[in-house]
């Protein structure tokens, strides 16, 4: 079993659906949770990061911690043809952590 | 401002041979992490150098190496190259340690 689980999709959703994007895991120890975005021959861009349990918003995307369950969320609203990527989980230990660990990330199509 | 950036794009070796990637942080920055993404994953953990110092290696072989330049540039070293190193190198930098990853837009390597 992964560290870091994500389902593959590929997720596909029209023009202006609001997308949920999940990520479980099984060690207990992390803190710091994080969402990249990442484009076809580029790399990971770093969208929301977050510090243990509860809601963090900016602007169309809202990250969720739910630390007890083991369990993260990215929600993005009014989504939009140019949000169709790859999303990564990614989280870590302590704030000084040297090491992200990744889920296998999900594909998301939103199509016109 | 210049981001993260590798060199070089792309390139093909063959079974046996070694290579060298190299990595310019975002000015400033004093830490460089190295990450390997196969196709269809999520990137994993190689090393992380922060000040100059080796401060995280991830569960690789020997043959990978690293080291982080005086300039906080740096050259990630896969000696006797397998099919299997073939994937997307990634190098991530960020201001310390705590700090988000900016990535670059990786080094695609393919081994024949």
């Known amino acids: 079993q992964k560290e870091v689980e994500q389902d593959p999709g590929p997720l596909s959703v029209p023009e202006g659906a609001i997308v949920s994007l999940n990520c479980t895991y099984s060690n207990s120890a992390f803190q710091y949770f994080m969402w990249y975005r990442q484009y076809s021959r580029k790399g990971p861009e770093l969208l929301m990061y977050?510090?243990?349990?509860g809601n963090k918003e900016d602007g169309r995307f809202t990250a969720q911690v739910d630390k007890s369950s083991k369990y993260i969320s990215l929600f993005i609203r009014d989504s939009q043809p140019s949000d169709s990527a790859t999303y990564l989980c990614a989280m870590r230990e302590d704030w000084a952590g040297n090491m992200l660990t990744f889920g296998g990330g999900t594909r998301l199509m939103v199509k016109p | 401002d210049a981001g993260v950036t590798q060199s070089p794009t792309h390139l093909i070796k063959t079974r046996g041979q070694h290579v060298t990637l190299r990595c310019s942080p975002i000015?400033?920055?004093?830490?460089v992490s190295w990450y390997q993404q196969v196709l269809g994953q999520g990137p994993q953990f190689i090393f992380q150098y922060y000040e100059k110092e080796e401060r995280g290696r991830g569960n690789f072989p020997d043959r990978f190496s690293a080291r982080q330049f005086p300039n906080y540039s740096s050259e990630l070293n896969v000696n006797a190259l397998l099919l299997g190193d073939s994937a997307l190198y990634l190098c991530?930098?960020?201001?310390?340690?705590?700090?988000?990853?900016?990535f670059g837009s990786g080094t695609r390597l393919t081994v024949v």
């Open positions: 991530a930098s960020s201001l310390g340690q705590g700090e988000g990853y900016t």
């Open positions: 000015s400033g920055h004093k830490s």
């Open positions: 977050t510090y243990s349990s």
